[in-house]
């Protein structure tokens, strides 16, 4: 069993920036691949970026490529989502996410635990 809780979301200009992170519990966390999802109002939960288990490979989103950056340290249990270039389309409700698996997976449909989600607010 994995205990998710995501911190650092915020309201934040565009073209600002801010860093998500993602605190696990449980002394398996190096073994799970993370990502990071959200789901802004009247949508469905959307990919992020994903990180597998060693954080060795990284995923994106298109949307995302080139202003995010997905990061884990194992000794600390957490994972970072490192969002530059913020858009007011960012704005949505971020949630960190745990798959049972070493690589890395995109799908919400593949994870395994989620976290309660922080809000990201992007205004114009």
């Known amino acids: 069993q994995v205990q998710l809780v995501e911190s650092g979301g915020g309201l934040v200009q565009a073209g600002g920036s801010l860093r998500l992170s993602c605190a696990a519990s449980g002394r398996t966390f190096s073994s799970y691949a993370m990502g990071w999802f959200r789901q802004a109002p009247g949508k469905e939960r959307e990919f992020v970026a994903a990180?597998?288990?060693?954080?060795?490979?990284?995923y994106y989103a298109d949307s995302v490529k080139g202003r995010f950056t997905i990061s884990r340290d194992n000794a600390k249990n957490t994972v970072y989502l490192q969002m530059n270039s913020l858009k007011p389309e960012d704005t949505a409700v971020y949630y960190c996410a745990a798959a049972t698996k070493r690589y890395a997976v995109t799908a919400p449909s593949g994870m395994d635990y989620w976290g309660k989600g922080t809000l990201v607010t992007v205004s114009s």
């Open positions: 990180v597998s288990w060693s954080g060795g490979s990284t």
